[in-house]
Every structure is written in structure tokens, then in C-alpha cells.
């Protein structure tokens, strides 16, 4: 069996002897143009180029989760689309969210400046009643999420295309219940996939219908996110702040207002990193499953672009 790998930003020295050694009767090799063709390809924001040279896989597997930079190029129907199931980033993202809501939520930075200017200073506790936490997207990471955010007692509200059944989390599904579940949330976290669909849908109409006071945590894509939207809604006061971890041009560019924003919170695209041992051994347990003619999970629906 014929392995290639290919990353636009993961460490290859790493990933090769990782697949080499959980693959032991495969020949794995770094994708490099006119590589013979292989069974399959594992791969992190390829060029176009491997596909069009490898269109006969027999899967092509995104080293993470999302899978908006495969979408955005020609992929050929026959060959299936998997992506990373978890794979250690699920917790990651239960606790980088908790972080930013509970930080906001118990009001740790106005705590830190007190420290800094040496100020005893209580504050009047806030109630959680009063701090629903609305997530949009109950997929693999956001149902975790939603689960974790749940223990700490805070009402949880979820959003999805079809319906579910989340126990201790009210769900909303549908674009025409959106209106619905952001009346009821006051902070609000993004774990979506970045489709067509789903772009700028953190606009300002969907911003303004967020409870008065709201809080806006982003870990999915930039562009979910309009960012002027965002930063007039803080102005205004409607938003008291966010946290947000992926942006539209990444690196955030120096001179983005976000960077500077007081009432915003930026971090390098690090919420959920991709665990390299966790991920290959995932991917290496699909590609003997698939070997042995079963299902797997992760499997992307090419056509609605997730
Ligand atoms: P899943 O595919 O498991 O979940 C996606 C969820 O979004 C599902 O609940 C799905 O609904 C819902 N959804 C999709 N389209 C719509 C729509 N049009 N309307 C309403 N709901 C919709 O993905 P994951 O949970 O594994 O990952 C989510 C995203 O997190 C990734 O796509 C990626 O962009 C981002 N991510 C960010 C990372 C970071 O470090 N910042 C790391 C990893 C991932 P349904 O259940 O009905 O299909
Ligand atoms: C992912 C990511 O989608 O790292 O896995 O953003």
C-alpha cells in the first residue's frame, strides 16, 4: 500500500516516521510533484496539483477537522473526503472555552488590573441564570463543549442544521430557529464549519439579536465572523467583549483594530491543536478499517461542504 503526506504547515519529519511506524507494511512517502500514485493521501491544505496528479485514492484524509481548505479546491467525486473525528481536540476545545467564559463570566481581568494597581476589591456576584451560553454547531467539538459548559451549572442552548437531542442543552435547529437561539444566548461560541452556508453568519443582525451585554467566543473560522460588525457592536456597548481565536487573515495581520481592541482577547488559531500521535493513529485505524471494506467515521458529504 502506497501512502503520500503532505502539509502546507505541519512538521513532515514527524508525521512520516509517525504513519511509518503505524503503518509498518505501507510505503509512505512526502508528496512532491509527479509522486507515482497512491492509495491514499494524508494531507493538510494541499495543492491543487496533488489532487489532479493522485485522482484515483482510495480516501484522502485532512489532518484536522475542518475541512474549508480541501472545499475550496477541486476535489474529485469519487474519492472519499475524511477528516480528523476528535482526535484530542475535543477536550482541548471544552477547556480553552471554559477558559474565556468563565474568565469573562467571574470577571478575572477587571480582577487583574485591582492586582495590578494593589486594590482589595470584591465584586457582586453575577448569576449564571443570567449568562445562557448559546453554541452554534453540535457536531463532534461543540456537543463537548456544550457537555463541559453544562457541568459549570450555566442554561446551554445548541444550534444545528438537524435536530437533536442533547441532554441539559435547550437545541435549536435551522436557519428559521437561529433568531430564536441567539434571543436566548448571552455568550456565544462558534464551532461551525466554514461552508457556504455559514459564512458571515456573525453579522450584525445575527450580533444585535443577542441578549444585551453578550460575549462572543470564536474558535472555528475567520469568516464566520464579520469583523467591522463586530468591533461596531463592542463600540456601541451591546457586546461587552470576545475571545476569538481564528481570523480571517491569519497570521492577524499587525495592524488589525483587534489586536489593540481592550475589550478583545486574541490567540494564534490555538484552541484545538491537531495532536500529531492521536491523529495518526486515528487516521492509521480508518485506512485498515477501510482495507478491511468497514465504515469509518469523519466521512465529509462533499455537497453540503462538511
Ligand atoms: P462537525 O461536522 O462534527 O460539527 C459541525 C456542526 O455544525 C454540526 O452540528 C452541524 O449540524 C452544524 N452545522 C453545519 N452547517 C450548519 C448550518 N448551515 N446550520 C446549522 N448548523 C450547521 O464539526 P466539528 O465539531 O468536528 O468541528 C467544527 C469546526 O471547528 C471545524 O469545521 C473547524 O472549522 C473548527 N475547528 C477549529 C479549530 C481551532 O483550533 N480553532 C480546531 C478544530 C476545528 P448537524 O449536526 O445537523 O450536521
Ligand atoms: C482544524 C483546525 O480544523 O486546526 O482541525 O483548525
Known amino acids: 500500500m502506497r501512502i503520500v503526506y503532505f502539509s502546507a504547515d505541519q512538521d513532515a519529519d514527524q508525521w512520516l516516521p509517525g504513519l511509518r511506524a503505524a503503518l509498518p507494511g505501507a510505503e509512505v512517502s512526502l508528496w512532491t510533484q509527479g509522486t507515482a500514485p497512491a492509495d491514499y493521501a494524508v494531507v493538510w491544505k494541499p495543492l491543487q496539483q496533488l489532487l489532479d496528479e493522485q485522482p484515483h485514492l482510495k480516501a484522502l484524509f485532512n489532518t484536522g477537522a475542518g475541512v474549508d481548505a480541501l472545499m475550496a ?71 463537548r463543549v456544550a457537555r463541559a459548559v453544562a457541568q459549570f451549572d450555566f442554561p446551554v442552548n445548541g444550534w444545528s442544521r438537524s435536530p437533536k437531542d442533547v441532554p441539559g442543552v435547550q437545541c435549536y435547529s435551522g436557519l428559521e430557529r437561529l433568531p430564536d437561539f441567539l434571543a436566548a444566548t448571552r455568550v456565544l461560541v462558534c464551532l461551525l464549519p466554514l461552508t457556504r452556508d455559514t459564512q458571515d453568519i456573525m453579522n450584525q443582525e445575527n450580533l444585535s439579536r443577542l441578549q444585551s451585554g453578550a460575549y462572543v467566543i470564536n474558535v472555528a473560522r475567520g469568516a464566520h465572523l464579520v469583523d467591522e460588525d463586530l468591533l461596531a457592536l463592542l463600540d456601541s456597548g451591546h457586546l461587552a467583549g470576545a475571545t476569538l481565536d481564528v481570523f480571517r487573515t491569519e497570521p492577524l495581520p499587525a495592524e488589525h483594530p483587534f489586536w489593540k481592541h481592550p475589550k478583545v482577547t486574541v490567540t494564534p488559531h490555538t484552541s484545538a491543536r491537531t495532536l500529531r500521535s492521536e491523529s495518526i493513529a486515528q487516521i492509521a485505524g480508518k485506512i485498515v478499517a477501510l482495507e478491511r471494506g468497514e465504515m469509518v467515521a469523519g466521512r465529509v458529504e462533499l455537497g453540503r461542504g462538511y
Not at 86 to 95: F, K, S, T, Y
Not at 121 to 136: C, E, Q, W
Open 73 to 143: 479546491l477541486n476535489l474529485s467525486a469519487g474519492v472519499p473526503v475524511i477528516r480528523l473525528d476528535d482526535a484530542g481536540m475535543a477536550v482541548q476545545m471544552a477547556e480553552y472555552v471554559c477558559h474565556a467564559l468563565i474568565r469573562h463570566f467571574r470577571e478575572f481581568d477587571a480582577y487583574e488590573a485591582d492586582t495590578r494597581a494593589g486594590q482589595w476589591t470584591y465584586r457582586k456576584p453575577r448569576s449564571r441564570a443570567d449568562f445562557p451560553v448559546g453554541i452554534l454547531g453540535l457536531g463532534v467539538l461543540g456537543e
